[in-house]
């Protein structure tokens, strides 16, 4: 049986969570990483199970060096107040 992109997403999250010694109030950063890595999966010639990749040029503003891909943080929106 194949795993959906959500069940892939919730394993690799996991993984970055255990990977970072479990801390907490990180789950939506672990989450948007796991999502942001799957998607470039998904644009790259590896299958989606990643075990079968052709070799692609990567840039440096794409992945750091351990190879995980940026993510940026959400951004702040500015409350407007009403006279």
């Known amino acids: 049986m194949t ?9 690799r ?13 990180r789950e939506f950063a672990h989450w948007e990483q796991a999502r942001a890595e799957r998607q470039a999966l998904e644009g790259s010639a590896a299958s989606p199970d990643g075990k079968e ?10 992945s750091n060096a ?6 940026a943080a959400p951004r702040k929106t500015a409350s407007r107040k009403s006279a």
């Open 13 to 25: 999250a996991y993984a970055l969570w255990e990977e970072e010694g479990r801390p907490t109030g």
């Open 66 to 71: 351990n190879g995980a891909v940026k993510v």
């Open 3 to 11: 795993e959906t992109r959500e069940e892939w997403i919730r394993k």
């Open 53 to 62: 990749v052709k070799t692609r040029k990567r840039t440096a503003s794409a």
